[in-house]
């Protein structure tokens, strides 16, 4: 039982470069987010997946897409990335949907865009 | 989703009892209050839950006032392993009026433990 695994660990992309961040858990969770952490910060929601085939913004949503792609996987996709999106993002489940039970995070992946 | 307030940093010194403070004054009737505890270069991990009164688990306690405006985490007898920043959070995910979600994890307090 891996919980939450993020892959890339850390990636460094040039300014217009895409990429795409992968999650997947193992814990049959309906819902899925992805967070942004930036330095002394805390997080905040870019996008949110309360079950397979849904997906809805969150706090911070601009320059990312993303895609649940089943009920295990959560895409995050950067198609142009800019300075500003270096952070580090992390991707969690929970049972069901709406924040207050337990999320699972994951290790989460360092994005440097130069 | 309630804003919260925590203490940006403490300090502790081993085997001593630390207690985090986090105020909640726009707390909700249906808020849980939830803290997480994230190492460095780690993603959160959840600690504890609680709606009222006392929560207790093996790694922490909750303590609740009746009005619900605070809540204060309490760490019995700390180690240097316990040096994380934890986040106070409280309430579910918001629905903004501008058509998106809110869950916000506030900048959290940083925990030293000191040998």
């Known amino acids: 039982n891996a919980g939450v695994t993020q892959t890339p660990k850390f990636q460094v992309l040039k300014t217009g470069q895409s990429m795409t961040l992968q999650c997947a858990q193992d814990?049959?969770?309906?819902?899925m987010y992805w967070y942004r952490q930036d330095p002394g910060m805390g997080l905040r929601l870019i996008y949110y997946?309360?079950?397979?085939?849904?997906?809805d913004k969150g706090e911070v949503p601009n320059g990312y897409n993303v895609s649940r792609l089943n009920k295990r996987e959560f895409s995050l996709r950067l198609e142009s990335a800019a300075p500003s999106q270096t952070s580090v993002y992390f991707c969690?489940?929970?049972?069901?949907?709406?924040?207050?039970?337990?999320?699972?995070f994951g290790p989460g992946t360092r994005l440097l865009v130069l | 989703l309630a804003k919260t307030t925590q203490p940006i940093s403490m300090d502790s010194y081993e085997g001593q009892e630390v207690n985090i403070t986090c105020s909640h004054n726009?707390?909700?009737?249906?808020?849980?209050i939830t803290w997480y505890q994230q190492f460095p270069s780690q993603g959160p991990r959840f600690i504890i839950q609680?709606?009222?009164t006392k929560v207790t688990n093996e790694v922490a306690s909750l303590f609740i006032p009746a009005d619900r405006k605070s809540s204060t985490l309490s760490l019995p007898r700390v180690s240097l392993s316990d040096t994380a920043v934890y986040y106070c959070?409280?309430?579910?995910?918001?629905?903004?009026?501008?058509?998106?979600?809110?869950?916000?994890f506030g900048k959290g307090t940083k925990l030293s433990v000191i040998p």
């Open positions: 969690a489940s929970s049972e069901e949907g709406g924040g207050q039970e337990t999320q699972y």
């Open positions: 814990m049959n969770h309906n819902s």
């Open positions: 997946s309360a079950s397979e085939g849904t997906t």
């Open positions: 726009n707390i909700a009737t249906n808020d849980y």
């Open positions: 609680g709606y009222k």
């Open positions: 959070l409280v309430g579910a995910l918001g629905f903004s009026g501008a058509g998106s979600y809110q869950l916000t």
